[in-house]
């Protein structure tokens, strides 16, 4: 008599598992998109910042005009497969409010760059985040030109 009872308990419980995993799947999907797109958002960051710094090396150095350490960030983010069509970079020697190729030895040096949060997001987290917010990297360097060295060869020597 046992047996029987056990087995009308086995029976009536029969695709519990599969009503559950129908209920649970989709929140760990919905969890699942969530983690895959906040990754995403930090990969973005991280693109940003690595093109931020960069450019600020190239300006570092005063060969390059502010437009081609722009140009050269822009390449750098298409190269990672971002889209740059909206694409801003700011490119200022904050010391002399200059272009960063007439920076003077130790200037400081900002590179900023930002992307809508809209070219590289889900069209699903357009309800979520407002249709103004950017991710921006940045990266601040001091010029590394050096200072002219003039020579006196008018000196005696002895």
């Known amino acids: ?16 598992a599969a009503v559950e995993f129908a209920v649970v799947l989709p929140l760990l999907l ?25 450019g600020g090396r190239q300006a570092s150095t005063g060969l390059n005009t502010s437009a081609q350490v722009e140009q050269s960030v822009i390449q750098y983010l298409q190269n990672a497969g971002l889209p740059t069509s909206n694409v801003v970079v700011s490119v200022v020697d904050v010391t002399s409010g200059g272009d960063v190729s007439n920076a003077q030895q130790l200037d400081q040096i900002n590179v900023a760059v930002t992307i809508p949060f809209k070219d590289v997001a889900w069209d699903a987290l357009s309800y979520v985040v407002s249709a103004n917010s950017q991710i921006t990297g940045t990266a601040t360097w001091f010029s590394m030109v050096d200072l002219p060295v003039t020579v006196n060869t008018t000196l005696p020597i002895q």
């Not at 029987?4 to 519990?16: E, F, I, M």
């Not at 969890?31 to 093109?51: I, Y």
């Open 30 to 54: 919905l969890v699942l998109a969530g983690l895959w797109e906040v990754g995403d958002m930090v990969r973005v960051q991280q693109l940003l910042s690595n093109a931020a710094r960069v």
């Open 1 to 16: 008599m046992k047996s029987t009872h056990k087995q009308r308990d086995r029976s009536n419980r029969r695709g519990v």
